[in-house]
């Protein structure tokens, strides 16, 4: 009879033996497979949560980004391009440039590669008397927004004033009891009132804004502004001094002003919820690190643990099953049967139980990191990881069997039958 025939008699003359045997390899297989599998869920959750946050944080700052960009347009521009000849006292005292400079300056800083301002406006500006109406104005021209050629275009923050049509401050038009779509006149030139503006509680509430042309005309000074309005690109290392620089070797003869307005202080709010962002991102990955170093510490001790106490558990069963098979051992032993066959019967037997728990185990690992991460992915079946399972328990249930198939096969067949 062939080796093989009767380890499955065997199998199925003593089911508890073996299905005793069969529990304790799938035991230690699922707790193998199940805490592999738990740590591979650990991670995906780590990518998707530390995604979420970085997907949230992108969000915050794009709100934050597009209310630095609102904020901004309320609250103006932040550089002034002067003159360099242009006394400062005499700016602040007048609130306005009293030098000029070519307009053609705006030109030639809108065609270079600047990467350190946004957004520019060149205007004339005057304090003068409006003669029809005997009010002290400023008049300030405007020809709009002059885009960067070499960068994609932005939404402007001050869009151009029609030619014949005006932009009337609070005090002015409040005073004087004009609104939108009346006309008036300025210098001896008739002009349609497109918009009036809010109070905002500084001179442009006694400003007038009309086209640049215009303006050059009335005031006699065609091809010349005095001031360039711009925006400063809130960036690293943006520095003043970086500005400047810039802003000279393109136009020699010049001066950069930073206004202090809420725009800077609202830049650095923005700033400081980056980094607090950043921190926060940082500081999750800390913790899931952290948790699983926790959990593989745990896995460190608990599966060498699980896998000692398998191996025992089968020492004990196959020590049963030889005492249970004595005297049929001793017969196959007093017929010729070698030490080496007797033994391969206790070996295949182990290997079998070491290939169906190793199969059934992992898959029951699988299924129980599964259900209890709460997270269902093909990604978690991993080859090397069956193979390696598919050889190292038959291994192990093969070592268990061996001090037990070794003393089966040595036993002395005449000493047994005759205790039988």
């Not at 049509?165 to 609070?170: A, E, L, P, S, V």
């Not at 810039?246 to 609202?266: A, D, M």
């Not at 398998?310 to 004595?326: D, P, Q, T, Y």
Request: charged residues 25%.
């Amino acid at each position: 009879m062939k080796i093989t025939n009767l380890v499955f008699k065997e199998i199925k003359r003593r089911k508890l033996n073996f299905f005793l045997g069969l529990i304790s390899v799938i035991f230690a297989v699922t707790t193998v497979t199940g805490a592999l599998t738990m740590l591979q869920i650990h991670d995906f959750k780590t990518v998707k949560i530390i995604s979420d946050k970085e997907e949230e944080t992108k969000k915050r700052m794009a709100v934050l980004e597009d209310d630095y960009r609102k904020i901004s347009i309320d609250l103006g521009f932040n550089l002034l391009i002067l003159p360099e000849d242009q006394n400062l006292s005499d700016l602040y005292a007048n609130d306005f440039a009293s030098k000029y400079m070519p307009e053609s300056y705006v030109d030639s800083l809108a065609a270079s590669n600047s990467v350190l301002i946004r957004h520019l406006l060149p205007t004339l500006q005057q304090k003068i008397t409006w003669p029809e109406k005997q009010r002290t104005i400023v008049l300030t021209g405007t020809r709009g927004e002059v885009p960067f050629l070499h960068k994609a275009p932005k939404a402007a923050m001050m869009e151009t004033v029609p030619k014949g049509t005006m932009i009337m401050g609070y005090e002015l038009h409040k005073s004087l009891g004009l609104k939108k779509g009346d006309k008036t006149e300025l210098m001896n030139r008739s002009f349609t009132i497109e918009k009036c503006n809010e109070t905002r509680g500084n001179i442009d509430d006694i400003t007038i804004w009309i086209n640049l042309e215009e303006s050059q005309e009335l005031l006699n000074k065609r091809g010349e502004i005095n001031a360039i309005l711009a925006l400063k690109c809130h960036c690293a290392d943006n520095e003043l001094a970086e500005v400047r620089k810039e802003v000279n070797s393109i136009l020699p003869g010049t001066q950069v002003l930073e206004k202090g307005t809420q725009v800077l202080v609202r830049a650095e709010a923005r700033d400081r919820a980056a980094k607090e962002a950043e921190e926060a991102i940082s500081a999750e990955i800390k913790h899931r690190e952290d948790l699983r170093m926790e959990n593989e510490s745990f896995t460190a001790i608990l599966l060498p643990l699980v896998l000692l106490t398998s191996a025992i558990w089968i020492v004990f069963l196959f020590i049963g099953n030889v005492r249970e098979r004595k005297s049929e051992i001793g017969i196959l032993r007093a017929i010729g049967v070698r030490e080496s066959t007797i033994m391969q019967l206790f070996f295949q037997k182990a290997f079998i139980i070491g290939v169906i728990g190793a199969f059934t185990g992992y898959f029951l690992g699988i299924g129980a990191g599964i259900i209890w991460g709460g997270i269902f992915s093909t990604t978690f079946f991993k080859l090397n990881i069956f193979v390696a399972v598919l050889f190292l328990a038959p291994l192990l249930s093969l070592a268990a069997a061996y001090i037990p198939a070794t003393i089966a096969a040595r036993q002395d067949p005449a000493e047994v039958l005759k205790e039988e």
